[in-house]
């Protein structure tokens, strides 16, 4: 008996590690999600040449928590004839997957939380596995928009899946390995942006297609379905698909950070130094593009967006990863 | 001591929720018991050391298979089923697979449920054995370097045999509608003001 209650203490005193670890990962996570809705209303702003929000706090600075705190407070609305408990629980699981997927990304030599040796296909199989919150979201709330919108959103993931698979497996080529560490050491020398720029390109854009957004972002399309599959969600299942979004949307650029822009490592001729900063620095850089790309571009219609994933780049993904192992052998890198 | 219990809790509820897809009333539901099937499944092949198959298992059937099972589904607008008949047809088949599956957890032993032999102390979590760190090659490492030395013919031929299928199934499905109007967007890309406009005196 004191055996077990030993153990059992052991393993609540692992639990409460494991759970303090997980929060230093989550909280800042939360905050740069809200930071970056305030970065892209300003950026927003200042390309239509207006303010932007500068009321609450310095400069508009406390103005994502003011929006936290307005969802917060608002009534809950579940539709009738929805499915409850789905419809409940789609958000959340959209949510968690969200942060769930952090747990491989190194910020820093042995900054990780888990180190798997697997790492690339982790992050492959959970962003598979988030689409059944928007599937599970558009079929329980029993409304034609949200359906359409769930099944449109839902299609252009899978699809824009498959590219993004063959571009990475170039990258996993090149640098021989599954997992982050390795693939950012061996960019020590070379960015993978300059070998495989072809490939970045098309990454970025599939990135931009896999988190939904301008000028993919038909899942939520205004115009047609009123907002997607996300149209009957109101205050705090609303914020947890937004919240989901956004960490998705930070997540495939310091994906891209990773692969393409050699991760914590920053070399120009005499400088050369690796730190967290210059991770958070590439990631920030990516962003920027992406509220660039929402601010410039129109929206794509659903049979340009299809040939673009099928027609374009799996073809040439497939071309670039036979010609790259092609290029490697020849020159007995491979073997 | 711990991960048994976890690897006999995930077990258990594999086959609890394998039930649930026979004996559910809504096929949706059914649908969605599968998918946390695979997932419990899953984690036992990640229990059993097995990473890289159970990060595949992850991606083809849940990321997959659930996916395409759960459009089909929800398209198709299934009607809410009756429990009343046909519960009893498949009993004596459902009893079988019953025992097969209680087999594999007596083999587990599920009877020393609560037996606790380990002398775990508070370092063993925090131990790094160095022995194994570097004389351990990963999973992913493992199957690649048997299929390369020694299955390679037979890994090209399921390849080839995969590619044959995926062919196949677009020879039966294509068909191309010659009625309708499309969109050629080479043509219109390379379009310009001197080939489509032209000026004319009258």
Known sequence: MEKFLRNMFVFLVYVLYIFLKALALIIPLLVSVAFLTLLERKLMASIHQRKGPNVVGFFGILQPFADGLKLFIKETIIPTNANNLIFVLAPILTFI????????????DNSIFVDLEIGVLFTLAISSLSIYGIIISGWSSNSKW???????????MISYEVSLGLIILS??????????????????????????????????????????RAPFDLPEAEAELVSGYSTEYSAMGFALFFLGE???????????????????NFSFYFFSNSSYFWLGFKTTFILVLFVWIRAAFPRFRYDQLMRLGWKIFLPFSLSWFLFIVGFLICFDYLI | MVELFIFKLFSILSIIFSFCVVFLNNPVYSIFALIVVFVFVINLLIFLGAEFLAMLFLIV????????????????????RNLNFSLYRYLLFSLFFIFLSFLILINLR?????????DNNFLNYFFIDFYFSFFYFSNAFNIGYITFCYYSPLFLISGILLLVSMIGVLCLTLHRRNDIKRQFIYKQIQSSFSSHIKWKNF
């Open chain 1, 97 to 108: 997957l969200s942060l769930f997927i952090w747990c491989v990304i190194p910020f820093n």
């Open chain 1, 171 to 212: 990258v996993l080529i090149c640098s021989g390995s599954l997992n982050f560490n390795e693939i950012v050491e061996s960019q020590r020398n070379v960015w993978y942006i300059f070998p495989l720029f072809p490939l970045s390109v098309m990454f970025f854009i599939s990135g931009l297609a896999e988190t939904n």
């Open chain 1, 146 to 156: 949200s359906f359409l919108g769930s099944l449109r959103s839902a299609g252009q």
């Open chain 2, 110 to 118: 599920i009877l020393n449920f609560f037996y606790i032999t380990c």
């Open chain 1, 246 to 264: 956004y960490g998705n949307m930070i997540f495939m650029s310091c994906l891209f950070s990773l692969y393409f822009l050699g991760g914590w």
């Open chain 2, 61 to 80: 059937y849940v990321g997959a298979i659930g996916v395409l099972f759960l459009f089909v589904i929800m398209m198709l607008n299934v009607k809410i």
